[in-house]
Each structure stands twice: as structure tokens, then as C-alpha cells.
């Protein structure tokens, strides 16, 4: 069963930066693509960073381009531990919102409906 495990996130203040990192493991296929969604209440929930094949393709929304950075260690093949990475700096308080991991096997997709996996999700809060 495939686990994402996220951690970071918290509160910073307006143009103020924060990391984001999400270990997955136990997947015994190959995850293709690797995501960040976000959240924010009464919000659909949005792509925000997505990274494919480990670097091979990478796409960000058009409010966090420039921004955000996504990376990934370790996209290994099969029973391999994967993480990705969000940074963000310049942060504003649009960006506040509950930030989302996730991962599917096959190309990275706009719709969240069509990632299996899923971490926990962790709060950004930015303020004045």
C-alpha cells in the first residue's frame, strides 16, 4: 500500500518562504508522477507543482510560477522510497491554504480525481 508522508508547512509572514517534503514508499509499481495540490477553504482543490519521471517533465500553476520549486530524490523504480519537494518563497497570503501530496502511476493530470494516492495534507498560513 502506498504511503505519503508530508511534512513542513506552518506560518510565515508575506514574501516569506517555507519548504514543503512528501516521502512516498510502498508502492510497488513505478509512480510516474509526482504532485502538489492545494486547498483553501471553500476552494476546489488545485495543482500547484507537478514533476514527472523525476525531473523529466515539470509544471507549475500559472499564480505560483517563479515561485515554487518542485524537485524529487531517489525516483526509483519498484519498492523504492521517492520524496519530492515544494519550495516556495515569496510566499502572499493566496498561497495560504492546506497543501496536498500526491501520486499516480501513468502522466501528471490537472483533475485531482485522477491521482490514487494521497498524504495527510499540511496547513500554510501566510499573513501580514
Known amino acids: 500500500q502506498v504511503q505519503l508522508v508530508e511534512s513542513g508547512g506552518g506560518s510565515v509572514e508575506i514574501g516569506g518562504s517555507l519548504s514543503l517534503s512528501c516521502t512516498a514508499s510502498?508502492?510497488?509499481?513505478?509512480?510516474?508522477?509526482m504532485a502538489w495540490f492545494r486547498q483553501a477553504p471553500g476552494k476546489k482543490r488545485e495543482r500547484v507543482a507537478a514533476?514527472?519521471?523525476?525531473?523529466?517533465?515539470?509544471?507549475?500553476?500559472?499564480?505560483v510560477k517563479g515561485r515554487f520549486n518542485i524537485s524529487q530524490d531517489n525516483a526509483g523504480g519498484a519498492n523504492a522510497r521517492s520524496t519530492v519537494y515544494l519550495q516556495m518563497i515569496s510566499l502572499e497570503p493566496e498561497d495560504t491554504a492546506m497543501y496536498y501530496c500526491?501520486?499516480?502511476?501513468?502522466?501528471?493530470?490537472?483533475?485531482?480525481?485522477?491521482?490514487?494516492?494521497w498524504g495527510q495534507g499540511t496547513q500554510v498560513t501566510v499573513s501580514s
Open positions: 514533476i514527472y519521471d523525476g525531473g523529466f517533465w515539470i509544471d507549475y500553476g500559472h499564480s
Open positions: 510502498g508502492f510497488t509499481g513505478r509512480l510516474n508522477c
Open positions: 500526491a501520486a499516480k502511476t501513468g502522466g501528471c493530470k490537472l483533475d485531482p480525481g485522477t491521482y490514487d494516492n
